[in-house]
């Protein structure tokens, strides 16, 4: 499968428990985006990666929240001390910049937190 | 910032029908805007995008408009199939925001034999 691919499918945890989910993009693209949905909600954009550079960060991403791209191929997500308000589908996306700054993106199957 | 806004936020349809989704967009900047399908605990999936500078565009079955003095883009299903129900987003980005999508808030799309 030459998709996005995102690791775990689901997660389950306790209220201040920290948790990590990673994301391998499609090969070659270079830019990397994390998105959030909670349920009937369209995704919401949270954070950005060109390469290794993360280059943007929504509000929506509090301090408790941080991602890396180290060698610009899979990034990581992690949430410290999670809150029940943190249960959703964490959406990786990723495409391929090539001047067109409107670039596709393609989407992974996400990861469902659930904070008990 | 951008702000999406999609009607309605559920449509039924019976087989063979047509069905129009409709989305507003705040930003005069935006110049693409994609449409994603995501079955219920699927990935979205792009089905179809359109860019600024052109009008309509046609995909087999799918086709989308925008209309830039209006800030309005739609997507259109003909003769619809029951594989088609799905929840339905449409998105906006522009350039100077690398591409980050905006979505709307979706429409669930049921297809009814």
């Known amino acids: 499968d030459t998709g996005v691919s995102q690791d775990p499918r689901h997660k389950i945890t306790k209220r201040g428990q920290n948790v990590t989910f990673r994301c391998d993009p499609i090969s070659e693209h270079n830019r990397l985006y994390w998105y959030r949905q909670t349920l009937g909600q369209g995704p919401e954009f949270l954070t950005y990666?060109?390469?290794?550079?993360?280059?943007?960060k929504s509000r929506l991403l509090s301090d408790r929240f941080s991602a890396e791209r180290p060698k610009g191929s899979f990034s990581t997500l992690e949430i410290q001390r999670t809150e029940q308000g943190d249960s959703a589908m964490y959406l990786c996306a990723s495409s391929l910049a090539r001047g067109n700054p409107t670039d596709t993106q393609y989407f992974g199957p996400g990861t469902r937190l659930t904070v008990l | 910032g951008e702000n999406v806004e999609q009607h309605p936020s559920t449509l039924s349809v019976q087989e063979g029908d047509s069905a129009v989704i409709k989305c507003t967009y705040s930003?005069?900047?935006?110049?693409?805007f994609p449409w994603y399908k995501q079955e219920l605990g699927k990935r979205p999936q792009l089905i179809i995008d359109i860019r600024s500078n052109v009008g309509e565009k046609k995909d087999q079955r799918i086709a989308v408009t925008l209309n830039k003095t209006a800030k309005h883009f739609s997507l259109h299903i003909t003769e619809t199939q029951p594989e088609d129900s799905a929840v339905y987003f449409c998105?906006?980005?522009?350039?100077?925001?690398?591409?980050?999508?905006?979505f709307g808030t979706g429409t669930r799309l049921q297809v009814t034999l």
């Open positions: 930003d005069s900047a935006s110049n693409y």
């Open positions: 998105a906006a980005s522009s350039t100077g925001t690398a591409s980050k999508l905006t």
């Open positions: 990666f060109q390469n290794e550079a993360q280059l943007e």
